[in-house]
């Protein structure tokens, strides 16, 4: 039997098709798996007829919403590879993941018409041929077709598989520590993979409904949401996260589990009256893409809410480990043990398995583990050894295979769930005439977990913090920007010229300026 991600939909519509798959965060709307299928096909077959053929590359430009998951199942089934991009970016960074990934059609929503128009205007920077806005009425563009147009012309059959199993599904791209992001490849069966490992390893039951807060260009949201297609869960959807909606939708729509990174669990502790809401449906939140503080799993604790933890990546298309609530406020700074259908050890640098307490560096396997780094098989060979993936993070493991991530070899900055990359916001602070060193560390911030600081090394006096701060605005996405710069007469360097960033966050621990 061969394996197709976008034929899953259809499934679950033949054996739920009366079921709620879809409800809006906002306006309410509730679509079937019968009614979100055919809107699929049609898109499916749209695509088609403007030229789509299994292996093209097709740009999802859009906000959480139906348009997204439709048309990511829609290019799943007709053998088109789905590249979700993080329209937190500049034009810049998207240029270089559209030309990088070779799209040629990308579809993108009302929010983002001028950054579309931009792209537009930089003519063969990009190879895209096909422009399909979603915009409904909210301007319109000279150069792009109309989604909906499309999509209620086009017939509702079901589409041809256009391809399955090994064949490439996604390309998802995630920052790399030489300043260019990687495009991660999954296919349909590590996609499977992930999906049947998650299955495994929770709580769930038939009839949850999810709340799907993340942006749909994440994997920690794009796969939750493909799981609930394969398992008949109702999807409630958030355009944009809002503490105090998300109380709301719990309790209206009766949630029973989600995912939701550690700030986003902070701020809707702060939403005055959050206690008094009904959230008694609530069986369980996951979180995820940053630590997790022990006191944020005590303070849901404490009004009933388990929260669960995982250690996932992109890599990984989501899981490597979890753990409960429960062995968290046991197991203190543990990030769990491997989820099921997956591996994971702790290996010296010479590649030998570390004893019980020992650090050495994260190591996962598993069929849900990425094919590739898209057009890098140079990084895809450094990361993927006999099987194992190496996540390049420090960390121990006890004698019942519970992880405690200690650092994070290659320095990442994780901010409000975002993976901030030092070597990118380096570049391009490096860019000013007056920079000559810059070193990148994360500071603790309370409100986004950690945020970049730059630590500039600069030709003369007469440059200001303010100007530092300001030349990286337009250059990088907002996540990215230093919330502050300090400026030192040296960087500190071991023998062979490596920045040691461990020194510079001792001497500038934070927090971070809000």
Request: net charge negative.
């Amino acid at each position: 039997m061969k394996t197709n991600i976008g034929q899953f939909l259809a499934r679950r519509a033949f054996l739920n098709p009366d079921r709620a798959a879809y409800v809006d965060g906002l306006s309410g709307e509730r679509l079937s798996f019968a009614t979100l299928n055919s809107r699929c096909n049609r898109i499916a077959n749209s695509l088609i007829q403007r030229g789509v053929k299994p292996g093209d590359r097709v740009g999802l430009l859009m906000k959480n919403g139906v348009e997204f998951i439709e048309s990511f199942f829609a290019i799943a089934k007709i053998g088109g590879v789905i590249v979700p991009l993080n329209w937190r970016l500049v034009a810049d960074e998207l240029e270089f993941i559209l030309k990088d990934s070779g799209t040629r059609t990308l579809l993108f929503g009302a929010p983002f018409l001028d950054l579309a128009t931009e792209l537009y205007q930089r003519g063969d920077k990009t190879e895209i041929l096909d422009w399909i806005q979603v915009a409904e009425g909210q301007g319109e563009t000279h150069f792009s077709a109309d989604y909906h147009q499309l999509q209620d012309a086009a017939a509702d059959t079901e589409p041809a598989v256009g391809a399955s199993d090994e064949a490439m599904l996604y390309i998802m791209y995630t920052s790399g520590t030489t300043g260019l992001p990687k495009g991660v490849v999954h296919t349909h069966n590590t996609a499977l993979w992930a999906l049947m490992t998650i299955s495994a390893s929770i709580d769930s039951r038939d009839g949850d409904v999810y709340l799907a807060a993340l942006p749909l260009f994440h994997v920690g949201a794009l796969t939750p949401v493909t799981l609930n297609v394969y398992s008949g869960t109702t999807s409630v959807v958030m355009p944009d996260f809002d503490p105090l909606l998300a109380w709301q939708l719990i309790e209206r729509e009766k949630i029973t589990t989600g995912l939701l990174v550690p700030a986003m669990l902070n701020f809707m502790l702060q939403v005055p009256g959050h206690d008094k809401m009904d959230y008694s449906s609530l069986r369980w939140v996951q979180s995820g893409a940053s630590p997790l503080p022990v006191n944020l799993i005590q303070a849901y604790a404490d009004i009933g809410i388990p929260v669960h933890q995982i250690y996932g990546l992109t890599e990984t298309c989501g899981p490597a480990c979890v753990i409960s609530a429960e062995n968290a406020l046991k197991k203190l700074g543990s990030t769990g043990q491997s989820f099921f259908h997956t591996d994971v050890r702790i290996v010296d640098p010479e590649g030998n398995v570390c004893a019980p307490g020992e650090q050495g560096e994260v190591e996962v396997r598993g069929l849900h583990i990425m094919k590739e780094y898209w057009n890098r098989p140079d990084a895809t060979a450094e990361t993927l050894v006999d099987g194992w993936l190496r996540t390049g993070d420090v960390a121990s493991m006890d004698e019942a295979g519970f992880v405690y991530i200690q650092d994070r070899i290659k320095d990442m900055i994780i901010s409000g769930g975002e993976n901030v990359y030092p070597a990118e916001v380096e570049n391009v602070i490096l860019g000013h005439p007056q920079v000559v060193e810059v070193a990148v560390i994360g500071q603790p911030s309370e409100r986004w977990g950690e945020s970049p600081f730059a630590v500039v090394v600069r030709s003369d006096d007469s440059l200001t913090e303010a100007e530092v701060l300001q030349f990286c605005d337009g250059k990088l996405a907002r996540f990215k920007m230093p919330k502050g710069a300090v400026f030192v007469d040296q960087i500190p360097r071991n023998p062979s010229g490596k920045v040691l960033k461990r020194i510079l966050r001792e001497q500038f621990p934070g927090p971070a300026p809000s």
